[in-house]
């Protein structure tokens, strides 16, 4: 079975430009989270979202918003971006059954903003 | 804010020696408590998880030990290989994950 999927890969971009992520969750989850990991730390939760509605929301400014599609994919968006927004982008996908905790991290998207 | 504080930062072993890293929480609401590894230029992968009301869980080579009343758990690495070289990282929470600052592990051959 295909693991969760990120893209781009990579990406460039410069101060106040705004950028695009994409994830698409393991086949059958429906919860897909959002997280960011700046070089050498832990990742820090940004967003929750199942079916379709946001469930969750980190300690992030309103320039990042993120939303999920029908087909359970989701989108996350940057506005404005700083220097400090650099990271590597992780999205991670979940049944979110009463069950089940497990997360399943993407291999992320790393972002360069210049 | 709620933190997981992961000790040591870093850690090095030979060949066949055990590691062990260690986890403080904070929130005693939550019950449920993964750790990652993670392989450089790669996402976290799940390794291994527990819920408090069990003291230790052993898949594999990797154990975590759950002490509820110190509100502390451990990942032990029996007979570790240098393949097992990465940073790991604990963690807590249900939807909303809550990580350690991770430790990076060397296994030297």
């Known amino acids: 079975d295909a693991g969760v999927t990120q893209s781009p890969t990579h990406l460039i971009k410069t101060r106040g430009q705004h950028v695009t992520l994409r994830c698409s969750p393991i086949?059958?989850?429906?919860?897909v989270s959002w997280y960011q990991q700046v070089l050498g730390q832990g990742p820090q939760f940004i967003f929750q979202?199942?079916?379709?509605?946001?469930?969750g929301r980190g300690n992030f400014p309103d320039r990042f918003s993120a939303r999920q599609f029908p087909n359970y994919s989701s989108e996350l968006n940057v506005n404005a971006l700083l220097l400090g927004d650099s990271a590597l982008y992780l999205c991670?996908?979940?049944?979110?059954?009463?069950?089940?905790?497990?997360?399943?991290f993407g291999p992320g998207t790393r972002l360069t903003v210049t | 804010q709620q933190q997981v504080k992961q000790s040591p930062q870093s850690l090095i072993v030979q060949k066949g020696g055990i590691p062990i890293i260690n986890c403080a929480y904070e929130?005693?609401?939550?019950?449920?408590f993964p750790w990652y590894q993670q392989f450089p230029g790669k996402g976290p992968a799940l390794l291994i998880a527990?819920?408090?009301?069990?003291s230790e869980k052993k898949e594999g080579r990797f154990t975590i030990s759950f002490n509820k009343s110190a509100k502390q758990f451990s990942l032990h690495i029996m007979d570790s290989q240098p393949g097992d070289s990465a940073t790991y990282f604990c963690?807590?929470?249900?939807?909303?994950?809550?990580f350690g600052a991770g430790t990076r592990l060397a296994v030297h051959p």
């Open positions: 527990i819920r408090p009301d069990v």
């Open positions: 086949s059958g989850h429906k919860s």
């Open positions: 963690a807590e929470g249900y939807n909303k994950l809550i």
């Open positions: 991670a996908s979940s049944r979110r059954d009463v069950s089940s905790y497990e997360q399943y």
């Open positions: 929130n005693t609401a939550f019950d449920y």
């Open positions: 979202y199942y079916e379709k509605e946001e469930r």
